[in-house]
Structure formats: C-alpha cells, structure tokens
C-alpha cells in the first residue's frame, strides 16, 4: 500500500494551530454579520428576482434596510413583520418593496410570537426543501450507484448558459461525473448575484440562480438517459458567497468552490467580511450535503509549487478547521491541492506524488480535489496530454477524490468540445492502466518522496505556528500569506460588515446550527 | 443547444455553432521564430482559416520547426447532399449466419482469404477468418456452413485466383493493410484486372478490407464490398451470405 | 537532405520536401460514421487537402464527432517575401544595462507596469518587474538605475495613465493575456487612445506584452513595441534604454 | 528498489532448458555452412561489388561454386588459391571471375602454405580493420561519454538513404541516442544484398554497405558538432544476416537488429539456414563490439501480449543461450521486449511492468530492447501519446536498455519528421519526471506484479522444457512456438544449406573463435 510515515504528533500540532487560528475569530462570527449572509436570508425566506435595471431585489431590500439603520435587526425580522402585518408572502412583501409600496421599517412592530411562528415556518420550509433537494441526491446515487473515485470533474465556460447544456450533456455523455459551469471572471467581485438566464459571459457564464436551474434540469435529464447520477457544481465564492450557497442548496448543486480566504488573498475581498460570508455559506452547505471545494491551487498558479508547497498544506488545515466551525463533516471537505509543478523539474513526478500523498494522508476522509497542470501547460499541446497523464496517475495511486481534468488546450483557449473528450478518454484510460497498482507498492521511509512530504508539513508547522501566535488579521496585514498584505479594514465589501444588535435574528443560522449540532 | 442545427451549412465546432476552429500540425523548413510563425500564418491563411493562432513553434533542426495553430475555417459542407455508400445489409450473429445459409442456400459456402501481394500483416484477416475471431466475434473458421480457407500472408493474385477456381469459392477476402504509396489501390486493382481476365469476376463475391479501405473505395476498384477498420467477422458474413442469397 | 530548398516555394514537410503534410483535428456536427468521414474529407479538400486520411472519429455524443486527419496542402509561401517586425536591439545583462543608462542616460528611469483593465493575470508582467525575476534574469526591480513601480492586476487605463503622468514615467509596461474575443486588442486601443488624447503618447515609450502578442501586432497598435510568450526582462530592459538613447 | 522476488532455481532452470535447447544443435553448427556465410566470408576478404543486373559479386562468386559442386571447400579456399596463381588482389580476383576472364575451379591447385598464408593475412587484415572499427567506437564514447540508458532509439524510414540523413541528423540534434535505418520491407526474403546508395524503397531503405557508410559518415558529423556519439543500427536479419553482420562490422555500426529465430518463424526461411546464419552473424557482431537485439515483440505484435508473455520469455532465454555459443556477451546482448498490452486491460500498466521487470530480472546486464504500442495504436493520435507516455514510465523504471520510442502516428504513417521529435520530447520529460521513482518504492512479494511475473517464468519452463524434451526442430514441426508449423527442411534458403567437406576452411570462424575463447 502505498502511504506515508509520518509522526502522527507532526500531524497533530498542525491541526492544533490551525484550530487556535481559527478559534480566535469566534468572536468575529458570533457578533457579526454582512450584507451578503442579509440577502442569504431573504434568498431563503423565498424572495427572488430583480429590478427593471438588473438590481436584484434582495439587493435592493438589504441596501435600503442598511440606509434606514435598520439592518442590524437582522432582515428576517423585518420580512416577517411585514409579512404578519401584510398578510402577504415573502415574495409579495419583498415585490412591494421593490414597487415602493411597502417600507418595511415604517411597518408597525406586529406581536413577536406572531414574527417569530412566521419566520420559524418560513424557516422551516426552506430546510425542508433543502433536506429534501439532499434526500434526492441521495436518493439518485442509490438508484444508480455512488461517484467514481477519482470523479471525473470537466468545466463548461462558454458564456451562454444553452451551450453550456449542449457540452454539459455530451461531457456527461462521454464519461463526466461532476460538471462545473466556470463562471465569468471576476464574478466574485459582484456584490449581487445577476438574475435569470444569461447567454454572454466573459470567460465562463454567470452563476444565476436560473442558469442553476437550467442545467440541473439538463444533467437529471441526461442522467436518466445514461443511468447515472451527474453532479453539478459552481463558485460558492467572492462578495456573494452565501447567497449562491443558498442558491446551490434550493437548485441542488452537489458540490461548491468555497474557500475560506481566497476572496481575501486572491480578490482584495475584506477578511472580515470573507471569514463571515465562508461561515455562514459553509453552514448552508453542510446542511444541504453540498460537498465544498477549496482552492489552495490558487496558491501555486502564482508561486512556485516546490518553495511554496507549505502554503498549500497551511491553507488546508485552516479551510477544514473553517469548515469544522461550520458542520462541515470531513467526507464533505474536498480539500483542495493541484499538479502545478515545473515538468522540466528532476524526478517532478515523485514531488507530485508526495504532496498529493500528504494531502491524502493528511485528510484521509475528503474526497480530496485535485487541480490540474496550468501554469506550465504551453501552446504544445501533446506535452500537455501526457502531463495530464501524469496528473491523472498521480490522482488514481494516491486517492484523489476529484480530478479536475486537464485541457491538452490549457495554454490556449477555454475548452472545446474535442478537448473535454480527449481529457475524459486519457483519465479513463490512465486510471484503469494503473487501477490498483498503488496497492502493490510501498514507499521507502528514508526516500525522497517521504521525507519530501514531511519536510513541507514541517514547513506548514512553523508557517501555522507563526500565524497562530499573531493571530490571522495580524498575519494576513504582514503579508505572511501568499506574500499578499491585506488589512483588517480594507479590501473590497468591508462597508457590508456590521455588528449584530442585541435582537438580531438570522433563523437560518439557528435553524442550521441547531441542525448540525453546532454550539 | 442554443440553435438548431442547419444541415445543410456545416463548420466544425470549437465552442460555438460553425465558428469553424481546427486544430492544425504540421512541421516546414524555416526558422523557429517570428518569420516562421508568420510564414506558418501565411500557410494558414491561403487555405482559407482566419483568426490564425499560432499557439507552438519549436526548432526541429536542419532548418525546420514544428508548429501547433488554430484557426476558423470558412469552408463548410452541405451534409444534405453527402453521399456515401455503405454496406447496407443487416447484420447477424453467427448463429443467425449458419440458420440463413442452411435455409436459404441450403449449401456450405466457400471463403478463400488471403492478405495479397506485397502486404504481408494478417492480423487483420485472421480476426476475420481465424477460428478464434476478435472482440468476442468468432472467426469465418467456426462457422458451421462455411468452409473457409485462409491463405495467409503475401499472397500473389495468381495463387489466390487460383485456389478461387480449384475451389469454385463464393467468396474472396483480400486483405490490404499498408497503404504508403497507394500500394493498396495498386495491389486491389492487380487482383480484380486479373479476375476479369480470366473470367473469374462474376462467378463469386470479391471483398477487401483494411484500415483505410471503405466501402466507397471499395466498390469504385470495382470490388462488391470493402470493409474498414473495427469491422468483424459478423459483418462480412452477414453481407456474403446476404448478397449470394439474392443473385 | 537530398535537394536543396527553394526559399521561394515552401510546402509543409511530413517526411519528404515539399509533401505539404498537415495534423488536422476538429469536431463537426457529423456522425461519427462513413457520413461523418465524408463530411470532413469534402471540407478538407475544400481547404486545397489532397490524399486526405480520415485517421481517426469518434462519436462525442450530442450530434458531434471529433475527427483527426492528414492531407497534403496546395498552398505554400515564399520565404523571401516575408516581412516580420521584430524587435531588433541588442539584449544586454542586467549589469550591462544598468551601465548602459548610467554612461548614456545618466539619470534614473522610471517605468510603471500593469495588468490593464479586465486582465488579472499578472504573473507575466510580474516575470518581467519584480525583483525575483523569471528564469534566472531578475526583473526590473533589482536594476539599480530603474525606478519601477508595479501597479498589479485589473488597473484601469486612466488610472494608469495618471500614475503616469504624476511619475513623469520613461516607459509604460502593459500586460494582456486573456485574448478571448480580441479583448486584449480592445484594452490595448483604449489605453492607446486615452494616451493621444491625453497627449501623453509620445512623452514616453509604450510597450505591451503577453503570450499571443508580438511585435507587429504592437506596432499595428501605435505601440513602441511587443514582447510574447518566452520574453525576458533583459530584453525589454535593453529595448528601453537604447530606445530613450536614441531619442 | 523497485525489484522482483523470484526463486533463482527457477531460473535457472528456465536458462537450463534454453541451454538444453541449444547445445543440442552443435552438430548441425559444426557441420554444415551455407552460401549467405560463404558470401560473408567473400565480403570479408575484401571483395565487394555488383553486376550490371544488379547481382552482388559474393553471390555469383557462391552460385557459380555451387554450380561447380566445390562450395563444400568453402569460398576462402578458392579465392586464396586463386591470389595465389594470379597475384592479384582479392577484389581484382573477383573481377575477373565476374568479367568470365576467371574460373576458380579451374585454377590449379598452389600449394598449401602459400594459400594457408594468403588467407590468413587476408583475415586478420580485416580483424583488425573491424577491431579499429570497435576502438574507434570506444573512444567516441569514452571522449563524449556513455549512451544514456534508456537509450531514445528513433528509426527513419523514408526509403532514401539521402533524405534519411537529413531526419537522422535532425532526430540527432533532437537528442535522439541510437537512429535505425528501418529496412525496405521484406528485405529479409532477398538472398543478395543489394549494392550503392538506394533512393527507393518500400516502407524503409535497403540495408547496403553503401547505405551504412553514408549515414554513418552523415552521423559521425553531427555528433561532432554536437558532442556526442550516436549510434547506428540496422537489421542483419533474414537470408542475409551474416552478410549484414559483416557490413556492419567494416562500417561500425553500433548495434544490430539479430534475432536467432524470427526468420523460420516470421519469414519461413529454412530452420537450419536460419540457425546457421545466427551462428556466424553473432560472432561477427561480438568480435567487432556490436550489441545484438533479439526481436520478441513479433511474437506478440500477432498474439495476444497477456496470453503470450511466456513466448517472450522463452524465446529470450533462447536467444542468449545461441548468443553465448556465437562468444556474445552479456552486455552486448539487446534481449528484446515489447509494450503490447491492450490499452483497455485493467491493471495494464501493473502488467506491463511485470512483464518488463521479468526481463531485467531474468537479463540483469543486458541493455535491453523495449519496442514500443503498436499493435493497440489507433489513429487517434493523442491517445497514443499518452500510451507512450506510460511506456516510457515503465522503461524508466525498469531500467530498460533501449527505448524504440512510439510514434503517436503509429497506426498512420512511417514517422513524420515532427512525430520524431515529439516522441523525443515525450521520453525526456517522463524519463526525468520518474527518474528515480523505483528507487523509492518496493513491491509486494505476494501482490499481482511479483505473481503475474513468476506465472510467466513457470509457462516459459513448462514450455522451454517442453521443447527441451522433443528438440529444437521437432517442436518447429510442431508449431510449438506462435502456433506455426516449420519443417525442418522446408522454407526458404534450404538450398543455401549444404554439410561442409572435410578440407572446409573458414578462416573467418576459426580467427574469431579464436579471438572469442570459443570452444
Ligand atoms: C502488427 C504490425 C506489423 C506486423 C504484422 C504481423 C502480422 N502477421 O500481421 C509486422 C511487424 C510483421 C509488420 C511489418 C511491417 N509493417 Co506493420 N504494422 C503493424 C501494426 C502495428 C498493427 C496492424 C494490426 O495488426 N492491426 C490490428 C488489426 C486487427 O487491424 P486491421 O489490420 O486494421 O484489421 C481490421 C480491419 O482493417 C478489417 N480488415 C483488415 N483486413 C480485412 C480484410 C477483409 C476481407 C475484411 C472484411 C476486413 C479486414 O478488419 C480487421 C478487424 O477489425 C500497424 C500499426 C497500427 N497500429 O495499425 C503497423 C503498420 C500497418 N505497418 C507498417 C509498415 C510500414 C510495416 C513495414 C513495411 C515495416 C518495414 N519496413 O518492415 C512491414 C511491412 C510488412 C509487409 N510486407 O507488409 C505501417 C504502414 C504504413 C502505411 N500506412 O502504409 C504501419 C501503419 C505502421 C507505421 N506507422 O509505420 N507490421
Ligand atoms: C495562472 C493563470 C490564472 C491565474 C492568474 C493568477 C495571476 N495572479 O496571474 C488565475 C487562476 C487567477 C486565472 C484566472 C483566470 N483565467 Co487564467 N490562466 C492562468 C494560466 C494557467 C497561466 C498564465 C501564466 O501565469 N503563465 C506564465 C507567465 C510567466 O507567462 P505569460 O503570462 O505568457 O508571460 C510571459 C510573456 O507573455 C511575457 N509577458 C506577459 N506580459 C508582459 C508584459 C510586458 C510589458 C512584457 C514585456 C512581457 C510580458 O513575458 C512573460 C514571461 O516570459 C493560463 C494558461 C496557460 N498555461 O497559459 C490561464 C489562462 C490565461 N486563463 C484563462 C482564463 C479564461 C481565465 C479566467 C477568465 C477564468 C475564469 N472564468 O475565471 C480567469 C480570468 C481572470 C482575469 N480577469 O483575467 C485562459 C485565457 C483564454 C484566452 N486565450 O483568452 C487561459 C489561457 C486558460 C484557458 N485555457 O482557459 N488564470
Ligand atoms: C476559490 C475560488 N473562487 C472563485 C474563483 C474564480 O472566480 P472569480 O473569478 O469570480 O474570483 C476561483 C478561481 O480559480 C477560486 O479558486
Ligand atoms: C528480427 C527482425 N528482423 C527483421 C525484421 C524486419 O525485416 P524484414 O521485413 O526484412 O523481415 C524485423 C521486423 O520487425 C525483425 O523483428
């Protein structure tokens, strides 16, 4: 069997640290909220659509709740006084709204036990749909049959939604088990969430709750054709993090890119208004069985994948100890890791092979996600096939639980239909050529490829030990992360921070928290 | 998809209905530098691709580069109006094979195969013939009413025609599986000239096959039937024993 | 090699002169059948393709088939007429440019990079101005006689163009790697025009970068020059300081 | 360390059959000559040369002996006897009897010593021409340094000797360490070799003396330009072997294509002219320093490659037991494998590896020959590349000898110039991704690859012994080996064979065996 040796006390005092880094922000998440987790709340109260110029209406309400003041009560309380004032439903409380026929906080304060049964049911319904969306999938995979191990995860990114579908089926059809519809750029930079059916994206298509929609309904279609259950995934990530989580539990996504600090290094998202935004997505995920990705490739598409191998196992321990405050159990955490190592590098392959094995060995219950080759992908396209070989090798003798396939067109456009055919038919083909080869080798304790492994999770330790000891925003303000600085103050969406009154209610959290046994 | 597909004004399709992107290689004698992408381009653009990206140069040596591309392609085809023929009989499982040929010719039927001429690869032929078949399709061999010979490799047209006449066969099977230089077109063209000559044409079945034969090609060298690559045995049979039960 | 090359009719070269050999993949709303083979051979002989060989189809489901091909092309170029603007100065070291300003110059020079507009990629200029550098050649930053300033990813062009102004920069670096639907064609015309209409052109040197940029293209563009994929501080540094010699 | 667990007694009992099988043919090795060796020996004297028709001198030399009834003297005889008479040289000898002015036979007879002089002369002049040849080739590698293991061997096939150069060159330049000039097929058939530089050929270029001495010049620049010796091979196979083996010595080739059985098997040439053939061809090659390569991958480009694997075996183990009888040593011996596995097979590479590693386990010092997919190649291009890919994982970690690298257009077309690079490219970046891969990774003794490999050596011994029991020739007849049948006295070139007299002299053998130690 091929697994590492590692002192299991190394392991140990990682997790430790990064438990102590993310523990010393409890304060920050009980007390705090955000515009974003605000209009999570209306998404789930059921409350959806949007303005003649494209301002969704949750926007609209949360902005004009936070001019009045009013926010730090919390959203849900105001829908439902107006609901019980009204008589209305949430959707038709929030469309007078939009039509300036409704002021919510002009509304009378109706009687609490009244407020608090509305929202409690409202509340209630929406986690039922949401256990219900969960019991369906689960419900499909036992119909027919679990996700391969590794899954075969290809993107979609043409920019219109229909044509997503068209390759989305044939991506299934040919061998897919996860389909990723990549959003246009820079969608984490939005502070809402665009409405309805988009067809111009620019390098991806917008994550909408109708595109969710749409191909759902394509891929339960095409999996019924093909007697497997195909999974869907987007971005659970940037200034609306938990209002597409919301989004992914009603439509059932199966997966979501939620990384707990990606926005702050990679977007200039505020850390603040980040670290909320993760919690309460994560929370939404957990509940709904959506299995969440994180994205520490990103730290090595623009470092270098040896030096900076340390950051990588960092970050993960930071993103499960995240995802622990959230519910999240371990077989949902695809904690993330990539293949982005120079090839023109000696013995590249057994470098690969001894991060991904310390991941593995590190977090032997996630369905680990694995980034393919990018950054030194060039236009050479057959080098870049047999790097994708060597990529899906590594993937099938370590474990891995999500292969994000590599495009043999990595260095030259978004993937064509061919591409995604060529990247299924070489991890099929590669994973069955060396099915169970890993069980027949063992690794040498003094070799190279272990020691390797424990020398970067040594790395990691000081790394995490150091951040522990100044605390997360003192770090991230020195730049220890990424070599990135970012203050506690600024970045983007730090005006949609703010501190809970005394009589702030967020149902949803309690109802999830209760849910999850959290607290 | 977004749009139906109009059939009779087709492009290749990159990520987008008839954006016409095709992946092109190929190697030149210039330089692995901007002239020879510029030439490469030039190449490009008089067989009618546009948006040319030359995405891979690399120097060969002895004067040559290797270049990768993408461009669109304004060519397009008509897919209304493409005609190509295909054997067009059904096919049977071994066992439907034997009952067809005992009810219907009432006769065991003669196979002779050979891979002829130069061409000496019988892999192809023998997952045709040998008992032992291929992918789970026995072989013409196992067939309970054929009598099937199998002559092998390099087979002169004579010999084979021969045996065709000494045997009075109903069907023939060549074999032609390199193609460099057309030799195959040569070789099929040897035999079937032959068989005219010598009166043979009309009295049995001639087929071939190979990785690069159809049934098109096949059928202009003037053969009855031309099978092409990941054919089986079951084809074959299921096509002879059709066309001798209609003559 | 048995003849030798006339510069003046260039063919691609498969394994003889001239043979006009080409790798050709697409995927074509097609069969993946002898329909869909036919389909591809009529388009590629649309191309001016001969003696195509359809290698390869493969059913991609929804309609579509991926096919790999060979043929030989008609076109050719003639090498001697083609003309590539490339940048021509001669690329220093890092301790010979630095001498270079110092003996010519005689002042510090001031440059100011950026990943302009919608592109956020910034590892390329990042190659070419941080101190690290790319490939063992350090970037812009450790030159002693540089000032450089590295405004990082998505900078709008006026914002660029203030720092500019304010710094009273040498030399502008822009970077554009995202080239999907020419964008990077459009952010590069933008910057360009703000820059005439705010008369700041011609004070200082604008140059771009990038994988699927090149020195024409930036010329084409009003710029002073272009560097693509494999480029090097050492050369756009060299670039610079000859170029403010000449002034 | 990547390495096997087989109990030695079963191998050596497998070398034990294998010798069973070969010493029993010293009878026929003694006693009987054939005209190819009798050719040979003519081109060892020196002479050389065509007819108008194209017939070389050495075989109207043999034809018009034989015709003659006195080939049974052996050619040496004859043409000494005849420098003798005429004082001229061996080449001016031969041109005589070609323009009809001379009739060997018809020569009285000189005496003894003086002719016993001639010859020896003759035959140590060339002996030391060839020994020149083998330290010419010492002191490139020992000026440019050893041939990297695995070795990029790349053939060019382009059917002319001139444009051959320019892609040999080029594939030199590529970093390529071995160029084979593939044959115009079926030159195996052709009782001649054919004479000059050729530009026309059939699928490859015809192996010449002519042919050797332009490429080999051609190669001997290019690796002065580039620091480097590369190293020729060619096949001195079929009816010519010797001959070939012989043009090869005087031209310094550097390895040779020499295969003890493929000609009855593959060719249905004679079993005794075959065995003869070997015999002599294989001592040439040792005295000059030419590793030989043995052609196993025929048997299973035609079989199954799982089914068959023990053919391999046993035929390897044959095929070093008739090279050690020919002075052959261990080092030179290219003991021939190939890649072959259908690509679909589960667990194909944990075969493939098995099967390679049976091989080094079995051949320890031989640099051996690992031919590439073919067989399982499509046209799909990329796939084969990545097929590639992984056979090149396995040479590396196997530590294969020579690598015949596969061409991505394998099932299209004789190498393009560009396929050849990629194929270089291909093998470099995985030979130093997985550079020291096997040093760090141990197999389990009782897992499938150890299992699988010690399955394949028992059928080789229950084979081989098999063999063993009936004898050579009967288990030809019996279509014992690649279920064909070859008699002992059909097939081609039977006519060639013929018992020699008891005054035979074959000077050449006798010096060589000398030089080799051999009985
Ligand atoms: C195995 C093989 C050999 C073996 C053949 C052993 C044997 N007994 O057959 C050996 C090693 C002897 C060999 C030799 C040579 N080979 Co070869 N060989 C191949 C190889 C690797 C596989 C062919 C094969 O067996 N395919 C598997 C079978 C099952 O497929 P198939 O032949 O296509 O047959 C199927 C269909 O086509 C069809 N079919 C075929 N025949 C018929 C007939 C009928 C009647 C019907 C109905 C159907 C049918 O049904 C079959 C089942 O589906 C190919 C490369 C490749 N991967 O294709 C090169 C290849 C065919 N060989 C090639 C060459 C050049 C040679 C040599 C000339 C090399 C040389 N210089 O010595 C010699 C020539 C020998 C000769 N005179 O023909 C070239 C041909 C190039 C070209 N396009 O012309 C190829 C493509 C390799 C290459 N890239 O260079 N070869
Ligand atoms: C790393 C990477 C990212 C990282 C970037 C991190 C960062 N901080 O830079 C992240 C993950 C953020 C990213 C995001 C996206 N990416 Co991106 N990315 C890449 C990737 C893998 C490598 C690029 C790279 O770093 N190359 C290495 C550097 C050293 O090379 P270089 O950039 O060419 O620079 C050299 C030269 O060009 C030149 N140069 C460059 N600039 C300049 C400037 C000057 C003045 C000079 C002199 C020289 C010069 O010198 C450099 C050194 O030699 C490429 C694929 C690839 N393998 O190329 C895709 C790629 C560029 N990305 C792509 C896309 C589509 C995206 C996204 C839109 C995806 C999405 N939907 O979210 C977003 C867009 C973000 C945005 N708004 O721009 C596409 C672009 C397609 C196209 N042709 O338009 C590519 C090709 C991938 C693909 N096949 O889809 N990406
Ligand atoms: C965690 C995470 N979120 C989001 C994205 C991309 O989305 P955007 O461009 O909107 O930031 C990425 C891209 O790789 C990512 O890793
Ligand atoms: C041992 C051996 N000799 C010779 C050849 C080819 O030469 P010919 O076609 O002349 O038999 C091969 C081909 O693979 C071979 O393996």
Redesign the interface.
Same mark, same amino acid.
């Given at each position: 069997m091929l697994h590492l040796t590692i002192p299991q006390d190394k392991i140990d005092s990682a997790r430790g640290f990064a438990k102590q880094i993310t523990h010393s922000l409890e304060e920050l998440l009980n007390s705090y909220s955000s515009v974003t987790i605000e209009r999570t709340v209306l998404r789930l109260l059921g409350i959806d659509g949007a303005l003649e110029d494209g301002t969704p209406i949750p926007n609209y309400i949360v902005d004009q709740l936070k001019s009045k003041n009013a926010l730090d009560k919390g959203v849900a309380y105001w829908i439902s006084n107006a609901i019980v004032y009204t008589g209305l439903s949430a959707q038709e409380v929030a469309n007078s709204v939009k039509d300036g026929k409704l002021e919510l906080t002009q509304i009378a304060q109706q009687p609490t036990t009244e407020v608090i049964k509305v929202m409690n049911d409202l509340t209630q319904k929406m986690i039922d749909h949401i256990k219900q969306q969960r019991a369906a999938r689960e419900s499909y995979f036992a119909k027919y049959g679990p996700r391969n191990t590794p899954s075969l995860y290809v993107i979609v990114a043409?920019g219109?939604i229909?044509?997503d579908?068209?390759?989305a089926k044939a991506a299934a059809k040919q061998g897919a088990d996860i389909i990723a519809v990549i959003r246009s750029t820079a969608q984490s930079l939005l502070d809402y969430v665009p409405y309805g059916a988009t067809?111009e994206g620019f390098g991806g298509t917008f994550a909408t709750q109708e595109n969710f929609r749409i191909m759902r309904k394509a891929l339960d279609e095409v999996g019924a054709e093909i007697n497997k259950y195909i999974s869907l995934t987007n971005y659970a990530s940037g200034l609306c993090m938990p209002e597409i989580a919301a989004m992914g539990a009603m439509e059932r996504l199966d997966l979501m890119l939620n990384d707990a600090m990606y926005g702050i290094l990679f977007r200039d998202i505020n850390p603040q208004r980040t670290l909320l935004d993760q919690y309460f997505s994560r929370m939404i995920n957990a509940v709904a069985g959506i299995e969440i990705q994180t994205g520490e490739d990103n730290y090595l598409t623009t470092s270098d994948a040896i030096e900076k191998a340390y950051t990588v196992t960092a970050s993960q321990l930071i993103n499960e100890s995240f995802a622990l405050l959230s519910g999240v159990s371990p077989e949902k955490m695809g904690i993330g890791h990539a293949f982005e190592i120079d090839p023109c590098i000696e013995n590249s392959f057994s470098y690969e092979l001894s991060h991904a094995l310390l991941t593995k060995t590190l977090f032997p219950h996630s369905p680990i996600k694995y980034m393919p080759p990018t950054k030194h992908v060039?236009?050479?396209?057959?080098e870049a096939y047999i790097i994708n070989a060597m990529f899906n090798m590594v993937a099938q003798m370590t474990g891995q639980g999500v292969q994000l396939l590599g495009m043999l067109t990595e260095?030259?456009?978004?993937?064509?239909?061919a591409d995604r055919a060529l990247a299924i038919d070489n991890a099929k083909y590669v994973f069955n050529a060396v099915k169970d080869f890993s069980s027949e080798i063992t690794i040498d304790k003094e070799g190279f490829i272990n020691k390797r492994a424990e020398a970067v999770l040594d790395e990691a330790i000081s790394f995490l030990k150091r951040v522990a000891e100044q605390g997360l925003f003192n770090a991230l303000e020195k730049g220890e992360f990424a070599n990135i600085k970012r203050a506690q103050t600024s970045g983007k969406g730090f005006e949609g921070v703010f501190r809970k009154s005394e009589d702030y209610i967020n149902p949803f959290m309690d109802k999830i928290k209760q849910e999850l046994n959290l607290d | 998809?977004?749009t139906k597909?109009d059939k009779t004004f087709?492009?290749?399709?990159?990520?987008?209905?008839n954006d016409g992107?095709?992946?092109?290689?190929?190697?030149?004698?210039?330089k692995a530098?901007?002239?020879g992408?510029?030439?490469a381009r030039? @190449?490009l653009k008089?067989?009618? @691709?546009d948006e040319i990206?030359?995405?891979?140069i690399?120097d @060969?040596?002895?004067?040559?580069a290797?270049i990768?591309a993408?461009g669109n392609?304004s060519?397009?085809?008509d897919?209304t109006k493409?005609?190509?023929k295909?054997v067009d009989t059904d096919v049977m499982t071994m066992e439907e094979t034997d009952e067809f040929v005992e009810q219907h010719l009432g006769r065991k039927i003669t196979i002779i195969g050979a891979c002829i001429e130069?061409d000496?690869h019988?892999?192809g032929i023998d997952a045709i013939l040998n008992m032992k078949g291929y992918n789970h399709r026995y072989g013409l061999e196992r067939y309970k009413w054929f009598n099937t010979v199998n002559m092998g490799a390099?087979v002169l047209s004579e010999d084979l025609l021969a045996k065709a006449r000494e045997m009075n066969a109903d069907a023939i099977l060549v074999s032609q599986i390199?193609t460099?230089k057309n030799?195959h077109v040569k070789n099929l063209t040897r035999l079937i000239e032959m068989a005219e000559a010598e009166g043979l044409r009309d009295k049995m079945l001639f087929i071939c096959g190979g990785?690069?034969i159809?049934?098109?090609l096949a059928i202009e060298l003037g053969y009855d039937a031309g099978f092409?690559?990941g054919s089986y045995s079951t084809d074959v049979a299921s096509f002879i024993v059709t066309k001798l039960a209609n003559k």
């Open positions: 043409t219109n229909y044509e579908v068209l390759q067809t060039t236009g050479n396209i057959f260095a030259v456009h978004t993937p064509h239909l | 998809m977004s597909i087709i492009r290749p399709y990159g990520d987008t209905m992107r095709m992946q092109i290689s190929f190697s030149m004698p210039v530098d901007e002239s992408k510029e030439a030039q @190449l008089q067989m009618g @691709l990206e030359i995405c891979y690399a @060969l040596s002895e004067g040559f290797h990768v993408y392609t060519a397009f085809v897919l493409i005609q190509v295909t130069s000496a019988t892999v390099q390199v460099q030799i990785p690069r159809n049934h098109d092409g690559a």
